[in-house]
């Protein structure tokens, strides 16, 4: 898709006299729209628009519809996998400023929000009430861009991903028109299920601008620990073992020595360097305590060499603090290297193979790489830091994450548990979905965005943009 000139100047005409300030042009604004946490190259907008009502969005679907200009819809810009670079040009619609809470129904157990609205922004907002927001990225992103790539975190496990929180959703469609998907009902067996459609369809078919979402009652007690282990497979057997005896785990997150070397150094975490499980347990004080002694139970029979666990809330913060900074961790750890990363989700029964793959592969090549993971779901991440001198050190990396994926697929796992396709794991949705299911989303994307406006290029929407093979990361 290439835009011509005269309509792109057409197209920001008719949007700076809509939209007056809110259309930005400058170098630098661009700059900042045309950059993510990937390691592709930047790809800048040609235009910057600070939408600050559904209004605004809808003015620029319209005109970008007609002139048949792209549209790259941004939130906080913390997607890890290409999916904001404007690589066909076109506008940024920046959308953190429809930030406001727009209703909390505490009987409901929901809250309807703008698409700017961040996590912990709307946790700050329920904190009186008792409620509170589960999906917790590491990053703050905002619950539009977390309905878009359909996030996740450590709560996973028992919450739910975005795909389980999102109920309704108001969309604006390419061509500026509006609609209402889901409901407020906590169930329903009316009509496609277009929330889910629109959930984690990365921008590429219409752009939120109020979503209703889940929320849960802040547990009466919270139990956390931490566990390590000699080896990381006792600590992954341990994981599947808790999940199948029907443990009740809130959260259970994998940090292998490296992780929590670095997390000691980043966060002042002090716990000595082993791969190690972090648990919690959520409920009525003393089902904590029994959850508590019976993972106690678990761990020990596959080895682990300490266990302790607290109500302490300040231990909470603590420990979920380090692993939410783990990516920052990462980037402090070796000033001027480069961060390779990449997240695979497998069956629980498949994670221990997976995570002895991934780390006999990083063994073998000599370079740093650590591994993590919210492995109550079977999903985890590896990061491999690359010396940016040595090209070798790359096409190394670039091996051992395409082994990774391949094998996730082979696992009857996919190539992303939470952070998206965007443009860097393109190469191998051919192979994760077959011919069949990647024609039929080629013909949604088409019935619903007949120009191929909508974040080209991303998610396999563009049928060219697909690689016939899955060779590289
Ligand atoms: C340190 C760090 C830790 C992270 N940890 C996790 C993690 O644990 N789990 C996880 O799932 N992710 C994680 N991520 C990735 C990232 O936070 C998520 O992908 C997040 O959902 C992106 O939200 P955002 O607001 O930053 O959106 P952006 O990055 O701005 O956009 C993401 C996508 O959504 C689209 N989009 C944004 N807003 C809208 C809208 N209103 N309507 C339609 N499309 C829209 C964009 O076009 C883009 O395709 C992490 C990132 C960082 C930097």
Same mark, same amino acid.
């Given at each position: ?8 100047? @057409? ?22 729209? !045309? ?8 790809? =800048?907008?040609? +235009? ?36 904001? #670079? ?8 920046? *959308? ?5 809470? *727009? ?7 929901? @809250?309807? %929000? ?11 907002? #329920? ?13 703050? &992103?905002?619950?539009?861009?977390? &309905? ?7 709560? &996973? ?8 929180? %999102? ?29 889910? =459609? ?34 990381? &497979?006792?600590?992954? +057997? ?38 190690? /499980?972090?648990?919690?347990?959520? !409920? ?11 993972? !106690? ?7 682990? /060499? ?32 480069? $961060? ?5 989700? %497998? ?8 995570? @002895? ?14 591994? *993590? ?11 491999? *830091? $690359? ?27 996919? $190539? ?21 299911? /990647? ?35």
């Amino acid at each position: 898709m290439t835009i011509r000139n005269t309509d792109l100047t @057409a197209c920001l005409d008719r949007l700076r006299t809509t939209l007056g300030e809110r259309l930005a042009t400058g170098d630098s604004v661009r700059e900042q729209h !045309g950059k993510d946490w990937s390691r592709l190259p930047p790809a =800048l907008p040609d +235009a910057v628009v600070f939408a600050e009502s559904e209004d605004d969005v809808c003015r620029v679907l319209e005109a970008c519809h007609e002139f048949g200009v792209p549209i790259v819809a941004h939130g906080n810009q913390s997607s890890l996998e290409g999916h904001i #670079l404007a690589i066909r040009g076109g506008i940024a619609l920046n *959308l953190t400023r429809m930030n406001q809470v *727009l209703a909390v129904n505490e009987h409901d157990f929901d @809250a309807v %929000v703008q698409p700017g609205v961040t996590r912990k922004q709307l946790n700050q907002h #329920l904190r009186d009430k008792g409620l509170f927001f589960a999906i917790d990225p590491g990053a703050d &992103a905002t619950i539009g861009g977390m &309905a878009s790539t359909r996030a996740s975190g450590t709560n &996973a496990v028992r919450y739910g991903t975005m795909r389980e929180t %999102v109920t309704a959703a108001r969309v604006v469609l390419p061509g500026g028109r509006v609609t209402r998907v889901g409901s407020r009902a906590r169930k329903s067996s009316s009509g496609y299920d277009l929330v889910r =459609l629109f959930v984690g369809s990365e921008g590429t078919l219409g752009i939120f601008t109020e979503l209703t979402v889940r929320l849960h009652p802040i547990p009466e007690a919270v139990c956390v620990g931490a566990c390590p282990f000699g080896a990381a &497979a006792s600590a992954i +057997a341990s994981v599947v073992d808790a999940m199948h005896m029907g443990l009740d785990v809130a959260r259970i997150e994998f940090m292998d020595s490296l992780s929590i070397r670095m997390a000691n150094s980043y966060s002042g975490l002090g716990l000595p360097v082993a791969p190690t /499980l972090f648990v919690e347990f959520v !409920g009525a004080p003393d089902h904590v305590d029994q959850q508590a002694r019976a993972f !106690g139970e678990i761990v020990a029979m596959h080895g682990a /060499l300490d266990f302790a666990w607290s109500r302490d809330p300040a231990e909470r913060s603590r420990l979920w603090q380090a692993r939410h900074e783990s990516l920052y961790a990462t980037t402090a750890w070796k000033p001027g290297a480069e $961060v390779w990363r990449t997240d695979v989700c %497998v069956p629980i029964s498949r994670l221990a193979d997976s995570i @002895a793959a991934a780390q006999a592969d990083i063994e073998g090549s000599g370079i740093d790489g650590k591994i *993590l993971g919210h492995v109550g779901d079977g999903n985890f991440h590896v990061a491999y *830091l $690359v010396d940016p001198k040595m090209e070798s050190q790359r096409d190394a990396v670039r091996a051992m994450i395409a082994r990774l994926n391949h094998q996730a697929i082979a696992n009857g796992g996919t $190539v992303s548990g939470e952070q998206g396709i965007g443009i860097a794991k393109l190469p191998y949705l051919l192979e994760e979905h077959g011919e069949m299911a /990647l024609e039929a989303m080629h013909l949604i994307k088409r019935a619903l965005d007949p120009r191929g406006i909508m974040n080209p290029g991303k998610m396999g929407s563009e049928p060219s943009s697909l690689p016939k093979q899955a060779t590289q990361s």
